[in-house]
Structures are given as C-alpha cells and as structure tokens.
C-alpha cells in the first residue's frame, strides 16, 4: 500500500517546478524578512541532506563498510530532519508549498519505516527512490525563497554539502548491485557540479582569511579524491568514498558556518 501511495503522489513532486503560480519575485522585501527566509533556506537544505545522508548510512551499514560511523550519521540524520522539518511546517503558510511539504513528511515516514526493515537491494531501490523525491521538494522550497530574497549572492545556499552526501550514496548504490547508466550519469554531473561550487566559494572576493583557510582545506582534498568518483564503474573504494565524503563535508560546514554568519550581520546592519 506504501508504494501505490508513493507512485500516486510522485508526478506531484516531478511536477512542482513547473508550477509558475510558485515563482515569487525578489520585489521589495525587509532586511529582517530576508533573515527569517534565510532560515527556511536553511532548514530545506538541512532537510535535504539528512534525507541523502539516510540512504547512505543504509547501504553502508547493508553492505558492512563503515557501519559504526554509518549507523551513528543515521542516528544523527533522524534528529537533524524532525527538527528542521518542524521549522518549514509552521513558518510555510503558502497552500502549495504546505502541499508540498504533507508529501515530503508522507515519503519520510515510508522511508523511516524500510530503514527498520532488513537489507536488501529491493529496499534499497525504494530507498533511493524516496530520497530523490524528498531531496527534490526541499531543494525547490529552497529555491522557491532564495527567488524571494534574491540572487545577488553568488554563494547564497547551493546545497553543496547535500550533493557531497549525495556522491557517496551514488558509489555505494553501485557497488551493492545498483548498477545502471542513469547512477553513472548522476554521479558525473554532481562531481561536475560539486567542483564548480567549490571553485565559486574559493573566489569567494568576500572570504575572510578564516574562510579562505577552511575552502582551501576543501579544494586540496577536492582535488585529490575527485577521481576517486568518477571511478564510480571500476569500483573497489567505497570505504574511501565513505570517509573522504565525511570529511569533506565537516569542512565545508566550517567554511558555510562562516559564510552564513557573515551574510546574517550583513542583512542585521541593514534592519
């Protein structure tokens, strides 16, 4: 029964970036509602890569590689999604986007429920399948607020850590026995664009020396297992991809911890 609803629902997810009557315009709007809209953007991203980092935690901890760190990510995830879930549900007023997000939380509860159930690649499928979509809705109320505040930032919230998290499941997909062109092509473009966000965030003309020390450690380790990825067809490293990603990812929290504070003092001087 929780496959049929999922299937019914999905053309809801596929669709909703067409849904013109949600496009907002940056218009004229206050320094603090830029603050409290930052938040939202935020919390859709957090939501984003909690979900992502579900499914890899499943496979990894299915496939017995790195189960202890997998299993205590997982743990983490479950927390980091109900909290910033709770945060979208009762600032969204927005009949389409309060639509949106009853989907997301029905595919997170589905999904919560397979993580309780034994391993196997049948699962896993359905897994993935419930990530994309819940990755898909929380990245379009993301963009739906970032329209609203505007573009001028070209750092602003582009969901770079999710899409790391994201490279990591793709490996490990494969490795398991997901193996199929589509989650070749799906890595080789999140690698390709994982490396212009780097980049964009390295040249960054606002970094302090701080942030420019943290983007740095990034791009240096970046630039040495990058490969590693893009190897997704040979295979053999998915304890590697596993710890690289991780590590990736908390140094990039450091770098964004910064940039959001300095972009949050930015839009308080303003008020």
């Known amino acids: 029964m929780k496959r049929v609803i999922r299937d019914i629902f999905k053309p809801l997810v596929l669709g909703v ?3 013109s009557t949600m496009q907002v315009s940056a218009g004229k709007i206050s320094a603090e509602e830029k603050l409290g809209e930052h938040t939202l953007i935020k919390s859709a991203f957090r939501c984003n890569i909690a979900a992502e980092t579900l499914a890899n935690s499943y496979l990894y901890i299915g496939e017995s590689i790195g189960a202890r760190q997998a299993h205590k990510e997982m743990k983490s995830s479950l927390v980091r999604f109900d909290k910033n879930y ?3 549900s009762k600032s969204i007023n927005e009949p389409k986007l309060k639509n949106l997000l009853t989907f997301i939380k029905m595919s997170y509860d589905e999904l919560t429920e397979l993580l309780k159930e034994p391993y196997n690649l049948d699962n896993a ?3 993935l399948d419930l990530v994309g979509t819940i990755s898909e809705g ?4 993301a963009e739906v607020y970032k329209t609203k505040i505007g573009h001028s930032d070209p750092v602003s919230m582009s969901g770079l850590r999710p899409m790391i998290e994201s490279i ?3 490996y490990i997909a ?3 026995g997901i ?3 589509n989650t070749i092509n799906l890595m080789n473009k999140t690698v390709k664009t994982c490396d212009k966000l780097i980049n964009v965030r390295v040249k960054y003309p606002k970094n302090t020396v701080a942030m420019n020390q943290a983007i740095n450690k990034v791009e240096t380790l970046w630039k040495i297992v ?17 710890k690289t990603t991780t590590k990736l990812k908390s140094q990039l929290k450091e770098y964004d911890g910064m940039y959001s504070k300095q972009l949050r003092e930015q839009l308080k001087a303003k008020k």
């Open 226 to 242: 990058d490969k590693f990825y893009l190897d997704i067809d040979k295979g053999g490293l998915p304890f590697i991809v596993f």
């Open 138 to 141: 929380s990245r379009h109320i």
């Open 179 to 181: 193996k199929d062109e």
């Open 174 to 176: 494969y490795q398991a």
């Open 125 to 127: 499928q359905i897994i």
């Open 17 to 19: 970036a067409l849904l």
């Open 86 to 88: 709770k945060v979208l």
């Open 168 to 170: 990591s499941k793709y």
